[in-house]
């Protein structure tokens, strides 16, 4: 089927089946009914290359998510498919890049006319793709936030509030010695952003009370090491804080097999999705991680970008959620 079948079945000229899909002209209510159920009725489809020639877009944006040691896949598929949910209402499709490319990959996609823009996730806080994306004619987004983002457009969530937040909320509870178990020592060696603000923050806000911050790993073994050997050096320790989604009922597991209760002996609060709180048991304290809201909201900023709007960078305000496991 082409455009020309849809205008004959409805009665219409090709412009105006063009200006019904495109909405770059406004057409009667009457009219583009019309249009639109022959559309329906016969099974077009717009040809995606003519319409690239014609419009000097793909429709596609790029999501570059390396695939990278201590990343925690659940979580990154719930950034993935919120921004390709975000990107369909905005007739958009989403080419993935898991490959660690660095500048090059973004190069060579650049280069190819593959994508009109590009979604980039991991951040990291000396980021060596960041130099080349102020070159780049394609509109870029960041998901995280580099030391210099000058000249760049942002979202994330504001780790270094919602590590302060947990602290805080410790704090305000009575704890006087607690401890972050944060993310697995390769990311805080690659410099990740969104760890790093965590632990600013969390240090930060504990800077009054005794604190102590420490990479964890994924598996239950090297958790529950980590766990053994923090309190054997701070027994005094009754406020948790955990920043890995992987580790969370490994921590919870680690406590029980010590004879530690939770929340009598120790509390424990987590930076984590709300479904991964609310699983574990008992239900943990939580700062959500906004996946959804994240992917949409760098979606939205990149087809802003892309229309020529202005779009600035945007820190998500954390919200924590009291559950079972502080008191």
């Not at 006319?113 to 130099?131: N, S």
């Not at 943990?284 to 979606?299: F, N, R």
């Amino acid at each position: 089927m082409t455009i020309a079948d849809v205008a004959r079945h409805a009665g219409v000229a090709v412009s105006t089946v063009s200006y019904v899909l495109s909405g770059k002209r406004a057409i009667s209510a009457t009219t583009q009914q019309r249009v639109l159920e022959s559309v329906r009725a016969l099974g077009y489809h717009p040809n995606a290359g003519a319409r690239a020639l014609a419009s000097k877009r793909a429709n596609v944006i790029a999501l570059v998510l390396p695939l990278r040691a201590g990343m925690n896949l659940p979580v990154l598929m719930q950034f993935a498919t919120s921004v390709v949910a975000t990107a369909r209402q905005f007739d958009h499709d989403v080419l993935l890049m898991t490959a660690d490319e660095g500048p090059e990959g973004l190069q060579r996609v650049a280069a190819s006319a593959l994508v009109d823009g590009l979604l980039l996730m991991d951040v990291e806080v000396r980021d060596p793709r960041v130099p080349l994306l102020r070159e780049l004619g394609e509109p870029s987004v960041l998901i995280g936030f580099p030391a210099d983002a000058d000249g760049l457009t942002c979202v994330d969530l504001d780790f270094a509030r919602a590590g302060a937040l947990c602290a805080e909320h410790l704090a305000a509870g009575g704890h006087r010695e607690i401890a972050l178990l944060g993310a697995p020592r390769v990311v805080y060696e690659r410099g990740t952003g969104f760890a790093e603000r965590t632990l600013a923050g969390f240090t930060a806000a504990a800077k009054d009370l005794k604190s102590v911050a420490v990479p964890c790993e994924e598996t239950y073994d090297e958790v529950a090491e980590t766990v053994k050997l923090l309190f054997d050096q701070h027994p005094g320790l009754t406020g948790l804080v955990v920043h890995n989604e992987a580790a969370v009922g490994h921590v919870l597991a680690a406590l029980r097999a010590l004879g530690r209760s939770v929340p009598e002996d120790v509390s424990v609060v987590a930076i984590c999705p709300d479904d991964v709180a609310e699983r574990a048991s008992p239900a943990l304290t939580s700062v959500l991680i906004p996946a959804e809201d994240v992917g949409h909201q760098a979606v939205r900023l990149l087809m802003a970008k892309l229309d020529g709007l202005p779009a600035d960078s945007m820190l998500l305000e954390p919200r924590l959620t009291i559950r079972e496991s502080t008191r």
